[in-house]
């Protein structure tokens, strides 16, 4: 990193770039002194400044590592700091269709007991990304702490995991992580019509999502979004404000199923 930084600097002092924009030796030099100031700093403090000083000199290439980054913000993914937990904006609540997993993964913990949505998670959201695995000062959930919960999602694995990549980064203990998630799931009514699945149902990612919202009318359309995959339903995914209100999902949050018939698989 930090021979990126010097040869970056030095390209741009050294070149004729600044000769030809009227800079005589005096202020060239001038400028050389300033960065051997700003080097001695960068030994001093280490890999974080030293990635602050390359963006300063070379801000277009934040660009394309947010273009590389999985739809993260420019932002977030040019800022090389770490996020601090509880600083987000909203948090998403994803339940998914088990069935659907469980036509590929029938093995796993949340198959063969009839269970139509789980909770995947629930995800502290920006407007234009995501936090995830952040550095945190709680220790892990307890496997007692793990088995309270179980019941709402796939299995302990899943809740370690959903706390380890997103409950780090809420702010809350992993016991407050996990009592939010289920108050959130409190606050929503699964349609009459995937209450009781006999049968494989064939439907649309806008048909699932209307019948959320008339379910839910708080949500509203935005506030409400469906992702399926392999023609099946996987998720539907519902936003909260930090007190559990219902809102407007932000524009990472949009709905990505494409597909014009989804099948919704019958509980086994």
């Known amino acids: 990193m930090l021979r990126r930084v010097i040869g970056m600097a030095a390209r741009r002092m050294l070149s004729g770039e600044l000769r030809r924009r009227g800079w005589g030796r005096g202020p060239i030099l001038i400028a050389l002194a300033a960065l051997a100031v700003i080097l001695s700093l960068v030994f001093q403090n280490g890999p974080r400044f030293s990635g602050q000083l390359e963006r300063m000199l070379a801000p277009e290439a934040g660009v394309e590592n947010a273009a590389a980054s999985g739809g993260v913000s420019p932002a977030a993914a040019q800022s090389g700091l770490p996020v601090a937990p509880g600083d987000f904006d909203y948090y998403l609540l994803a339940l998914s269709w088990s069935p659907s997993y469980c036509r590929t993964r029938p093995d796993a913990d949340q198959c063969g007991q009839g269970r139509g949505f789980i909770v995947h998670g629930l995800w502290p959201q920006n407007e234009r990304d995501w936090p995830s695995d952040c550095a945190t000062a709680f220790d892990r959930p307890t496997t007692g702490l793990l088995r309270r919960y179980e019941g709402l999602s796939g299995g302990r694995g899943l ?92 524009p990472a949050a949009v709905r990505d199923c494409r597909a014009a018939e989804i099948e919704a698989p019958a509980p086994k």
Request: proline letters at 4%; charged letters at 25%.
């Open 159 to 250: 809740l370690a995991h959903q706390w380890r990549k997103h409950g780090s980064c809420t702010g809350l203990s992993p016991g407050d992580y996990f009592a939010t998630m289920a108050a959130a799931l409190e606050r929503v009514r699964i349609p009459d019509g995937f209450a009781r699945v006999d049968r494989d149902l064939t439907t649309s990612a806008r048909a699932v999502e209307q019948d959320f919202v008339r379910a839910n009318p708080a949500f509203g359309a935005d506030g409400v979004t469906v992702k399926c995959g392999d023609g099946r339903l996987r998720e539907v995914r519902l936003c909260f404000d930090k007190s559990l209100s219902p809102r407007a999902c932000g």
